[in-house]
Nanobody, 125 residues
């Protein structure tokens, strides 16, 4: 069982930056690929970024490429999402999730096994 706790959300102006963190409980964090997802009001949850368990491969939604960076520190059981040049339409609850280890990060929401409670990100125009 992996428990995930996100932090770092908040209110930011358009064009600003935020860094989200997700801390995992348990000694086996390094065995999981990790992903960040988001869900805006009235919309389905969508993939944002993913990283393999060793951090050697990453994947991004097209809409965030070049602006968001996912990283992890296995010694700290933590995965990060650095978000730059934020847009108002990216206002959402952001979730981290854990997936079994695969060669590349998977993007399908329904296959991730463990989820955090989410952190609200609000981007004002």
């Amino acid at each position: 069982q992996v428990q995930l706790v996100e932090s770092g959300g908040g209110l930011v102006q358009a064009g600003g930056s935020l860094r989200l963190s997700c801390v995992a409980s348990g000694p086996i964090f390094s065995m999981y690929n990790m992903g960040w997802f988001r869900q805006a009001i009235g919309k389905e949850r969508e993939f944002v970024a993913g990283i393999t368990r060793r951090g050697d491969r990453t994947a991004y939604a097209e809409s965030v490429k070049g602006r968001f960076t996912i990283s992890r520190d296995n010694a700290k059981n933590t995965v990060y999402l650095q978000m730059n040049s934020l847009k108002p339409e990216e206002t959402a609850v952001y979730y981290c999730a854990a997936d079994m280890a695969t060669a590349t990060p998977r993007t399908q929401t329904d296959i991730y096994k463990y989820w955090g409670q989410g952190t609200q990100v609000t981007v004002s125009s």
